[in-house]
C-alpha cells in the first residue's frame, strides 16, 4: 500500500516529500506535519511524546515506591492529583498540544455496603465487623443487633429519631432499649494507608428484625478523606516534594 500510496501522488506530480513539514513551536519544540489531499494538516506526534496508557494500582504504597523508584520520566516535574476518596493519579506537565500526560492511576479497593437498604441481623452482624473499622459506636449497634428478642420492633413512642427494641441482657431476662441514634461510623471508604474518616449515620430497624443505615453528613467525610490521603503523600514524598519534582493537589 505504500507503494501504491507513493505512485499515485507521483502521478498528481506531488513529491511526498513535500507533504511533510516541520514547524517549530512558541518553545522550540519540533513539530511534524503532513497534508492530506484537501490541503489539511495533521500532526505526526512521536511514540515516546507521552505514555500511551498508565500504569494501574490499588494502593499509596505502590504509587509512593513507583515515585520513588524515579525510573521514568528523570528530571521531569510532577503532579500528583488526589481526585477523589479512592482515585489519585500522576500526571505531567502541560504539554504543548496542552494535554497532560498520566503515568499511574492508584484506585483504592473498598468494600461495598448498601447504605439505605434493610439487612437481616445475620447480614448486618456480619457487615459491622468486616466493613467497619472498630468504634464505640460499631459495638454499641453490634450488641443491640445481637441481641435482639423480639422480631417485631415498637412503633409506639418512635419519634423519628428514637426507636425501641427488646433486647436480651442476661439467660433468662430482656430489657427494652432504645435504638441509637445517630451514630458515629468508620466504613472502609478509601485507601487502607490512611485513616478512615468517621461520618454521622442514621440507624432504623423494622420487623423481621431487620435494620439500616443511612449517611447523614452531606458527604463531608468525602473532604476528610481527601484531606488524609493528602497529608499521607505528603510525608511520604516529603523529599521529592521539596526539591520540587512532586506536587501534590487536592
Same mark, same amino acid.
Not at 447480614?123 to 472498630?134: D, G, H, M, V, Y
Not at 422480631?151 to 430482656?174: C, F, H, P, W
Not at 478523606?225 to 493537589?249: K, P
Given at each position: ?99 497532560? =500526560?498520566?503515568?499511574?492511576? *492508584? ?10 437498604? /434493610? #439487612?437481616?441481623? +445475620? ?91 443511612? =449517611?447523614?453528613?452531606?458527604? *463531608? ?10 497529608? /499521607? #503523600?505528603?510525608? +511520604? ?14
Amino acid at each position: 500500500m505504500i507503494k501504491e500510496a507513493i505512485k499515485y501522488l507521483t502521478e498528481l506530480g506531488i513529491n511526498p516529500a513535500d507533504r511533510v513539514i516541520d514547524l517549530n513551536d512558541y518553545e522550540g519544540n519540533k513539530r511534524t506535519f503532513i497534508l492530506n489531499d484537501e490541503g489539511m494538516p495533521k500532526e505526526i506526534k512521536p511514540l515516546n511524546n507521552r505514555a500511551l496508557e498508565p500504569l494501574h494500582i490499588n494502593t499509596l504504597t505502590g504509587l509512593v515506591n513507583y515515585i520513588k523508584a524515579n525510573i521514568e520520566r528523570f528530571g521531569y516535574q510532577l503532579f500528583l492529583q488526589v481526585y477523589d476518596e479512592k482515585t489519585v493519579s500522576l500526571k505531567g506537565t502541560l504539554q504543548y498540544d496542552g494535554g497532560r =500526560e498520566t503515568l499511574v492511576i *492508584a484506585n483504592a479497593i473498598t468494600p461495598k455496603f448498601s447504605y439505605g437498604h /434493610y #439487612l437481616d441481623s +445475620e447480614e448486618l452482624i456480619i457487615a459491622f465487623q468486616s466493613k467497619f473499622t472498630k468504634t464505640a459506636d460499631r459495638d454499641l449497634l453490634l450488641k443491640v443487633v445481637g441481641n435482639v428478642k423480639e422480631e417485631n420492633v415498637r412503633q409506639t413512642g418512635d419519634n423519628g429519631v428514637s426507636q425501641a427494641v427488646t433486647i436480651k441482657t442476661g439467660i433468662a431476662s430482656a430489657d427494652d432499649v432504645l435504638v441509637p441514634n445517630p451514630v458515629t461510623l468508620a466504613p472502609y471508604r478509601t485507601f487502607l494507608e490512611v485513616e478512615q474518616p468517621s461520618s454521622d449515620f442514621i440507624f432504623r430497624m423494622k420487623n423481621g428484625p431487620s435494620g439500616a443505615i443511612y =449517611e447523614a453528613d452531606g458527604g *463531608a467525610w468525602r473532604n476528610q478523606a481527601i484531606v488524609n490521603v493528602r497529608e /499521607y #503523600l505528603a510525608a +511520604e514524598l516529603a523529599d521529592e516534594i521539596e526539591t520540587g519534582r512532586i506536587t501534590v493537589i487536592a
